[in-house]
Protein backbone atom coordinates (compact mmCIF):
# COMPACT_ATOMS: atom_id res chain seq x y z
CA UNK A 1 0.00 0.00 0.00
CA UNK A 2 1.43 3.36 -0.76
CA UNK A 3 0.77 6.82 0.59
CA UNK A 4 1.13 9.82 -2.07
CA UNK A 5 2.02 13.17 -1.74
CA UNK A 6 4.36 15.56 -0.07
CA UNK A 7 7.39 16.90 -0.12
CA UNK A 8 9.94 16.61 -2.75
CA UNK A 9 12.47 13.77 -3.13
CA UNK A 10 16.28 14.48 -2.67
CA UNK A 11 18.84 12.48 -5.36
CA UNK A 12 18.87 8.75 -5.40
CA UNK A 13 18.13 6.19 -8.36
CA UNK A 14 16.61 6.97 -10.92
CA UNK A 15 13.10 6.23 -12.01
CA UNK A 16 11.81 6.19 -8.58
CA UNK A 17 8.61 8.34 -7.68
CA UNK A 18 8.27 11.00 -4.94
CA UNK A 19 6.25 10.20 -1.92
CA UNK A 20 4.92 11.08 1.06
CA UNK A 21 7.72 9.89 2.96
CA UNK A 22 10.09 12.22 1.02
CA UNK A 23 12.47 13.99 3.19
CA UNK A 24 15.55 16.70 3.16
CA UNK A 25 18.27 13.81 4.17
CA UNK A 26 21.16 13.13 1.91
CA UNK A 27 20.87 10.47 -0.43
CA UNK A 28 23.28 7.66 0.39
CA UNK A 29 22.65 4.34 -1.50
CA UNK A 30 22.54 1.28 0.85
CA UNK A 31 20.77 3.47 3.61
CA UNK A 32 17.62 1.50 4.31
CA UNK A 33 16.59 4.25 6.45
CA UNK A 34 15.83 7.13 3.66
CA UNK A 35 12.90 7.39 2.31
CA UNK A 36 13.64 10.58 0.04
CA UNK A 37 13.10 9.41 -3.48
CA UNK A 38 10.33 6.79 -2.96
CA UNK A 39 6.59 6.49 -1.61
CA UNK A 40 6.48 5.05 1.53
CA UNK A 41 5.12 1.50 1.78
CA UNK A 42 2.45 0.30 4.75
CA UNK A 43 1.17 -3.11 5.97
CA UNK A 44 -2.22 -2.35 6.36
CA UNK A 45 -4.79 0.28 6.35
CA UNK A 46 -4.24 1.07 10.18
CA UNK A 47 -0.73 1.29 9.34
CA UNK A 48 -1.49 4.11 6.86
CA UNK A 49 -3.72 5.81 8.88
CA UNK A 50 -1.10 6.41 12.16
CA UNK A 51 1.20 7.56 9.93
CA UNK A 52 -1.28 10.15 8.78
CA UNK A 53 -2.49 10.82 12.22
CA UNK A 54 0.91 11.39 13.84
CA UNK A 55 2.71 12.89 11.17
CA UNK A 56 4.76 15.63 12.46
CA UNK A 57 6.73 17.47 9.43
CA UNK A 58 5.87 20.83 9.14
CA UNK A 59 3.77 22.22 6.27
CA UNK A 60 2.20 18.35 6.06
CA UNK A 61 0.45 18.19 9.36
CA UNK A 62 -3.33 19.87 7.74
CA UNK A 63 -3.13 17.72 4.60
CA UNK A 64 -1.97 14.69 6.66
CA UNK A 65 -5.08 15.06 8.63
CA UNK A 66 -7.73 16.26 6.38
CA UNK A 67 -6.58 12.41 4.59
CA UNK A 68 -6.68 10.57 7.87
CA UNK A 69 -10.31 12.17 8.31
CA UNK A 70 -11.36 10.63 4.76
CA UNK A 71 -10.28 7.34 5.25
CA UNK A 72 -12.24 7.04 8.43
CA UNK A 73 -15.35 8.13 6.45
CA UNK A 74 -14.58 5.92 3.51
CA UNK A 75 -13.90 3.12 6.03
CA UNK A 76 -16.59 3.40 8.57
CA UNK A 77 -14.03 4.56 11.41
CA UNK A 78 -14.31 7.29 13.76
CA UNK A 79 -11.62 9.76 13.15
CA UNK A 80 -12.10 11.39 16.69
CA UNK A 81 -10.10 8.63 18.37
CA UNK A 82 -6.15 8.82 17.97
CA UNK A 83 -5.46 5.08 15.94
CA UNK A 84 -3.48 2.62 18.33
CA UNK A 85 -3.21 -1.46 18.13
CA UNK A 86 -6.73 -1.27 20.14
CA UNK A 87 -8.37 -0.22 17.06
CA UNK A 88 -11.05 1.25 18.97
CA UNK A 89 -11.25 3.66 16.34
CA UNK A 90 -13.32 0.83 14.31
CA UNK A 91 -15.94 1.41 16.70
CA UNK A 92 -18.59 3.90 15.54
CA UNK A 93 -22.36 4.17 15.23
CA UNK A 94 -23.75 2.98 11.80
CA UNK A 95 -26.50 5.78 11.97
CA UNK A 96 -23.15 8.57 12.09
CA UNK A 97 -20.81 6.60 9.09
CA UNK A 98 -24.16 6.72 7.10
CA UNK A 99 -25.11 10.83 7.67
CA UNK A 100 -20.86 11.60 7.25
CA UNK A 101 -21.00 9.27 3.63
CA UNK A 102 -24.15 11.17 2.85
CA UNK A 103 -22.92 14.57 2.90
CA UNK A 104 -20.03 13.74 1.03
CA UNK A 105 -21.24 14.50 -2.56
CA UNK A 106 -19.46 13.75 -5.55
CA UNK A 107 -19.22 17.06 -7.86
CA UNK A 108 -19.85 17.99 -10.47
CA UNK A 109 -23.30 16.28 -9.80
CA UNK A 110 -24.70 13.20 -10.52
CA UNK A 111 -27.20 10.98 -10.22
CA UNK A 112 -26.83 6.98 -10.37
CA UNK A 113 -29.63 5.34 -11.63
CA UNK A 114 -30.24 1.61 -11.12
CA UNK A 115 -32.05 -0.90 -13.62
CA UNK A 116 -33.41 -3.42 -10.84
CA UNK A 117 -34.29 -6.13 -13.20
CA UNK A 118 -30.46 -6.94 -13.93
CA UNK A 119 -27.63 -7.04 -11.38
CA UNK A 120 -29.19 -9.18 -8.84
CA UNK A 121 -30.42 -12.89 -8.29
CA UNK A 122 -33.44 -12.28 -10.70
CA UNK A 123 -32.91 -15.01 -14.11
CA UNK A 124 -31.67 -13.56 -17.34
CA UNK A 125 -35.04 -14.27 -18.52
CA UNK A 126 -36.53 -11.10 -15.90
CA UNK A 127 -33.93 -8.81 -16.96
CA UNK A 128 -35.46 -6.02 -18.89
CA UNK A 129 -32.46 -4.35 -20.39
CA UNK A 130 -33.27 -0.46 -20.55
CA UNK A 131 -31.37 2.11 -23.38
CA UNK A 132 -29.58 5.40 -22.21
CA UNK A 133 -33.03 7.02 -24.64
CA UNK A 134 -35.64 5.47 -22.63
CA UNK A 135 -33.51 7.30 -19.02
CA UNK A 136 -33.43 10.13 -20.94
CA UNK A 137 -37.22 9.73 -21.41
CA UNK A 138 -37.77 9.21 -17.85
CA UNK A 139 -35.75 12.60 -16.72
CA UNK A 140 -37.71 14.31 -19.30
CA UNK A 141 -41.30 13.31 -17.63
CA UNK A 142 -39.66 14.32 -14.27
CA UNK A 143 -38.74 17.89 -15.72
CA UNK A 144 -35.45 17.77 -16.84
CA UNK A 145 -34.58 18.96 -20.19
CA UNK A 146 -32.37 17.60 -22.06
CA UNK A 147 -29.56 19.90 -22.30
CA UNK A 148 -29.26 20.13 -18.87
CA UNK A 149 -27.78 16.19 -18.40
CA UNK A 150 -25.90 13.72 -20.50
CA UNK A 151 -26.94 10.28 -19.98
CA UNK A 152 -24.46 7.42 -19.73
CA UNK A 153 -23.66 3.98 -18.30
CA UNK A 154 -21.48 3.71 -15.32
CA UNK A 155 -18.39 1.50 -15.21
CA UNK A 156 -17.34 -0.47 -18.00
CA UNK A 157 -19.28 -4.26 -18.21
CA UNK A 158 -21.90 -2.74 -15.99
CA UNK A 159 -25.08 -2.19 -18.18
CA UNK A 160 -27.21 -1.74 -15.12
CA UNK A 161 -26.21 1.23 -14.02
CA UNK A 162 -26.76 4.74 -15.67
CA UNK A 163 -24.80 8.17 -14.62
CA UNK A 164 -26.69 11.58 -15.36
CA UNK A 165 -24.37 14.16 -15.27
CA UNK A 166 -25.50 17.93 -14.54
CA UNK A 167 -23.52 21.12 -14.50
CA UNK A 168 -20.79 21.64 -11.52
CA UNK A 169 -23.48 25.01 -10.77
CA UNK A 170 -25.73 25.91 -8.32
CA UNK A 171 -28.71 24.91 -10.76
CA UNK A 172 -27.12 21.79 -12.08
CA UNK A 173 -27.24 20.53 -8.23
CA UNK A 174 -30.79 21.70 -8.22
CA UNK A 175 -31.61 19.73 -11.27
CA UNK A 176 -29.74 16.92 -9.29
CA UNK A 177 -31.69 17.36 -6.39
CA UNK A 178 -35.05 17.43 -8.44
CA UNK A 179 -34.22 13.96 -9.45
CA UNK A 180 -32.89 12.34 -6.53
CA UNK A 181 -36.09 13.41 -4.65
CA UNK A 182 -38.38 12.43 -7.26
CA UNK A 183 -36.95 9.04 -6.69
CA UNK A 184 -37.02 9.09 -3.14
CA UNK A 185 -40.24 10.10 -2.50
CA UNK A 186 -41.80 7.32 -4.78
CA UNK A 187 -39.48 4.53 -1.97
CA UNK A 188 -37.12 4.49 -5.06
CA UNK A 189 -34.09 5.62 -3.33
CA UNK A 190 -30.75 4.03 -2.53
CA UNK A 191 -31.78 2.84 0.74
CA UNK A 192 -34.83 0.95 -0.85
CA UNK A 193 -32.72 -0.37 -3.96
CA UNK A 194 -30.01 -2.00 -1.17
CA UNK A 195 -32.64 -2.95 1.18
CA UNK A 196 -34.24 -5.29 -2.35
CA UNK A 197 -30.59 -6.11 -3.64
CA UNK A 198 -29.92 -7.98 0.11
CA UNK A 199 -33.17 -9.98 0.11
CA UNK A 200 -31.85 -13.07 -0.67
CA UNK A 201 -33.84 -14.67 -3.47
CA UNK A 202 -36.22 -11.47 -4.03
CA UNK A 203 -36.50 -10.48 -7.54
CA UNK A 204 -37.51 -6.76 -8.59
CA UNK A 205 -41.28 -6.03 -9.42
CA UNK A 206 -42.45 -7.64 -12.30
CA UNK A 207 -44.50 -4.68 -14.35
CA UNK A 208 -44.40 -2.99 -17.96
CA UNK A 209 -43.94 -0.08 -16.19
CA UNK A 210 -39.66 1.45 -16.57
CA UNK A 211 -40.08 3.90 -14.16
CA UNK A 212 -40.98 0.89 -11.25
CA UNK A 213 -38.02 -1.25 -12.15
CA UNK A 214 -35.74 2.11 -11.83
CA UNK A 215 -33.97 3.44 -8.23
CA UNK A 216 -31.97 6.45 -8.86
CA UNK A 217 -30.03 8.91 -5.92
CA UNK A 218 -27.72 11.57 -6.13
CA UNK A 219 -23.71 10.40 -6.12
CA UNK A 220 -22.18 10.33 -3.04
CA UNK A 221 -18.48 9.14 -2.03
CA UNK A 222 -18.97 5.52 -1.91
CA UNK A 223 -20.57 5.07 -4.96
CA UNK A 224 -17.41 6.08 -6.72
CA UNK A 225 -16.56 2.22 -8.05
CA UNK A 226 -19.91 3.03 -10.09
CA UNK A 227 -18.72 5.18 -11.99
CA UNK A 228 -16.60 5.27 -15.12
CA UNK A 229 -12.81 5.79 -15.25
CA UNK A 230 -13.47 9.13 -17.14
CA UNK A 231 -15.95 10.71 -14.93
CA UNK A 232 -14.23 9.52 -11.77
CA UNK A 233 -10.76 11.19 -13.21
CA UNK A 234 -12.81 13.91 -13.11
CA UNK A 235 -15.14 14.70 -10.32
CA UNK A 236 -14.02 15.80 -6.52
CA UNK A 237 -15.66 15.43 -3.28
CA UNK A 238 -17.54 17.98 -1.69
CA UNK A 239 -19.59 18.71 1.56
CA UNK A 240 -23.19 18.51 0.06
CA UNK A 241 -24.76 20.68 3.43
CA UNK A 242 -22.18 23.42 1.95
CA UNK A 243 -23.24 22.99 -1.23
CA UNK A 244 -27.16 23.51 0.00
CA UNK A 245 -25.72 26.71 2.38
CA UNK A 246 -24.43 28.24 -0.97
CA UNK A 247 -27.53 27.28 -3.15
CA UNK A 248 -29.99 29.06 -0.19
CA UNK A 249 -28.08 31.60 -0.18
CA UNK A 250 -28.38 32.10 -4.13
CA UNK A 251 -31.72 31.86 -3.92
CA UNK A 252 -31.83 34.64 -1.14
CA UNK A 253 -29.91 37.18 -3.52
CA UNK A 254 -32.14 36.51 -6.14
CA UNK A 255 -35.89 37.04 -4.28
CA UNK A 256 -33.94 40.58 -2.74
Known sequence: MRHGGGGRGGGGK??????????RRDARPG?????????RKFLDLDALLSHAYDTCKAGLKTKHLGFHK?????????????????????????????????????????????NSSTGHEAKDTDAKIVSIEEIEGVLADIGVAHEKARVSHGRSANQSVFLVKFQPTISGFQEAMRVHTHFS????????FQLMKGSKGKKAASTDSLEELLYAHIGVVEDLGLLDEGTKKRCKVMRKKEIEANAEATLNLEVY
Request: with cysteine; proline share 6%; hydrophobic share 30%.
Open 70 to 114: ALCVLMGWNWHVAPDTSKSHHSIPSEEVNAMRGDLMLWPPVVVIH
Open 185 to 192: TRNHGKEE
Open 14 to 23: RGRGRGAGSG
Open 31 to 39: NDSYRGDRA
